[in-house]
C-alpha cells in the first residue's frame, strides 16, 4: 500500500497551529492505516515583517490588531479553544514575538535528514506558548533541537543557525504555497482536499479516510 502525504503549512508563532497540530495528530492516531502516513510541515511566515531580532509583544499585538487590549481578547478566545484540544496557553509568560525563520529552518533541517518533526515541532510550539520562551533566539533554538536529534549538539545546532543553510530553501516552500493560493495558517493539503484552519478531529479523520480511499480505487 503507497504512502499517504499529508501538506501542512505552518507558523510556530500561530497559535492555531499548535492546536492544528494537536488535531491532526488525534485524527492520524485514529486511522487504521496511520503507520503509511506522512506529515510535511511546510513554512509559511504570518508576520514577514517582524524583524530578525523580534519585538516585544505588547508592542507586536498593538501594531497588528490595534490595541493591546484587542489582542488580550483574542489571547483568551484561543485560550479557550486551547483547553478544549489538550492544550495550555500562558499568554502573561510570552514577553517578545520571534521573527520565526531560523525555527523554521532547524523544522526544515529535520525534515530534510527524515527525523520525525513532530516532537521538534510540538517542542517549538510548547516553549513558545506554553513556557514563554523566545524560539527566535539561536540560543534557545539550538537547545530545543538538540533535544530532538541525538546526533546534534547544541554547538552544532548554533553553527547551523548562524550559518545560511536552509535559508533559500525555506523561502522558496513559502513562495510557492503563496503562489499556490495559500494565505493563512495552519492550511491543511491532502490528496486533492485542502483545508483551511484548525479543522475538529472528525473532519479531519474524514478528509484523511475519503484521501486513502480515492488512492486505492
Known amino acids: 500500500m503507497s504512502q499517504l ?24 492516531a485514529q486511522l487504521d492505516f496511520k503507520d503509511e ?12 515583517w517582524v524583524p530578525r531580532e523580534g519585538m516585544m509583544r505588547a508592542d507586536y499585538r498593538a501594531q497588528k490588531f490595534g490595541s493591546v487590549e484587542r489582542g488580550a481578547e483574542l489571547d483568551a478566545q484561543v485560550a479557550q479553544a486551547g483547553v478544549q484540544s489538550g492544550v495550555t496557553f500562558r499568554h502573561a509568560l510570552m514577553e517578545r514575538t520571534p ?52 546526533d546534534l549538539s547544541i554547538e552544532q545546532a548554533l553553527a547551523f543557525l548562524e550559518s545560511d543553510a536552509g535559508e533559500q ?4 516552500q513559502q513562495e510557492a504555497l503563496r503562489n499556490a493560493g495559500i494565505q493563512s495558517v495552519p492550511s491543511t493539503i491532502v490528496g486533492q482536499y485542502y483545508v483551511p484552519g484548525a479543522q475538529p478531529v472528525d473532519v479531519l479523520v474524514q478528509m484523511l479516510n475519503e484521501a486513502r480511499a480515492q488512492q486505492t480505487d
Open 5 to 28: 502525504d499529508i501538506q501542512v503549512a505552518y507558523d510556530v508563532v500561530c497559535p492555531w497551529c499548535w492546536i492544528g497540530k494537536r488535531h491532526l495528530d488525534d485524527a492520524i
Open 37 to 48: 502516513v506522512r506529515v510535511n510541515y511546510l513554512p509559511f511566515q504570518l508576520n514577514p
Open 99 to 150: 521573527n520565526s525563520t531560523d525555527a523554521q529552518r532547524i523544522v526544515w533541517r529535520q525534515q530534510s535528514k527524515g527525523l520525525a518533526e513532530r516532537p521538534l515541532l510540538e517542542a517549538l510550539f510548547s516553549g513558545y506558548f506554553h513556557d514563554g520562551k523566545d524560539v527566535g533566539d539561536r540560543q534557545v533554538l539550538a537547545e530545543i533541537a538538540s533535544q530532538h536529534d541525538d
Open 169 to 172: 530553501e525555506v523561502a522558496a
